[in-house]
């Protein structure tokens, strides 16, 4: 599956954004979901995952009550609603796929990604 994420930008604190992530290949429906982030010189870190169906979601304690994940499977698409943003939240933030594993936290457990699109939160 090819995926292609979307919606970054420069945004004050306090505001929102939403980042979008475009599936294409093989069947989206059947993949777990999850956005991750990597802000400059760390390390690339969970922020939220969904379940193929759409039933459980996941996130990081950082971003929790402020982000949203959803997905749309007619469309094939993922969605990371973003509000309250804070300057720490600055980082390139990348979409992912991964389909059989039992937990959803980790880089390696998913086996596909987008490119990344960057979000600025200046305080």
């Known amino acids: 599956v090819q995926l292609q994420a979307s919606g970054g930008g420069l945004v004050q604190a306090g505001g929102s954004l939403r980042l979008s992530c475009a599936a294409s290949?093989?069947?989206?429906?059947?993949?777990?979901m999850g956005w991750f982030r990597q802000a400059p010189g760390k390390e690339r870190e969970f922020v939220a995952a969904?379940?193929?169906?759409?039933?459980?979601?996941m996130y990081a304690d950082s971003v929790k009550g402020r982000f949203t994940i959803s997905r749309d499977n007619t469309n094939a698409a993922v969605y990371l609603q973003m509000n309250i943003l804070k300057p720490e939240d600055t980082a390139v933030y990348y979409c992912?796929?991964?389909?059989?594993?039992?937990?959803?936290?980790?880089?390696?457990?998913?086996?596909?990604w987008g490119q990344g699109t960057e979000v600025t939160v200046s305080s």
């Open positions: 992912a796929a991964q389909i059989g594993r039992a937990t959803y936290y980790n880089t390696y457990q998913y086996d596909y």
């Open positions: 290949g093989r069947t989206f429906s059947i993949y777990a």
């Open positions: 969904i379940s193929w169906s759409g039933g459980s979601t």
